[in-house]
Nanobody, 120 residues
Framework: QVPLVESGGGLVQAGGSLRLSCAISERTFSRYNMGWFRQAPGKEREVLAAISWSGIPIYHADSVKGRFTISRDNTRNTVYLQMNSLKPEDTAVYYC?????????????WGQGTQVTVSS
């Protein structure tokens, strides 16, 4: 499988913003629904947002609704997660993955993820 490559994480103060990117070097990228997930220390990985192959957002978790926005650029084989009004509880490793009709179910092996740390 072609690896998923997440980037854009970092250390930010509460209230700040980050934009995460996830690139897949596949010509068929535009056929996949995509999702963003995160895993905080000591917690299970959770789905945050999902977007259809055509660019229609299909899910945002209640915990991030109104603050995070998923989008994609099929010409760049990239999916994004714009994160605003960040809170310390958003601290986690963030991952992307291809998803099917069940947007909570990742379809591939996980990439390295990108660490997001929000200081209070």
């Amino acid at each position: 499988q072609v690896p998923l490559v997440e980037s854009g994480g970092g250390l930010v103060q509460a209230g700040g913003s980050l934009r995460l990117s996830c690139a897949i070097s596949e010509r068929t990228f535009s056929r996949y629904n995509m999702g963003w997930f995160r895993q905080a220390p000591g917690k299970e990985r959770e789905v945050l947002a999902a977007i259809s192959w055509s660019g229609i957002p299909i899910y945002h978790a209640d915990s991030v609704k109104g603050r995070f926005t998923i989008s994609r650029d099929n010409t760049r084989n990239t999916v994004y997660l714009q994160m605003n009004s960040l809170k310390p509880e958003d601290t986690a490793v963030y991952y992307c993955n291809t998803v099917g009709s069940d947007y909570a179910k990742p379809l591939r092996s996980w990439g390295q993820g990108t660490q997001v740390t929000v200081s209070s």
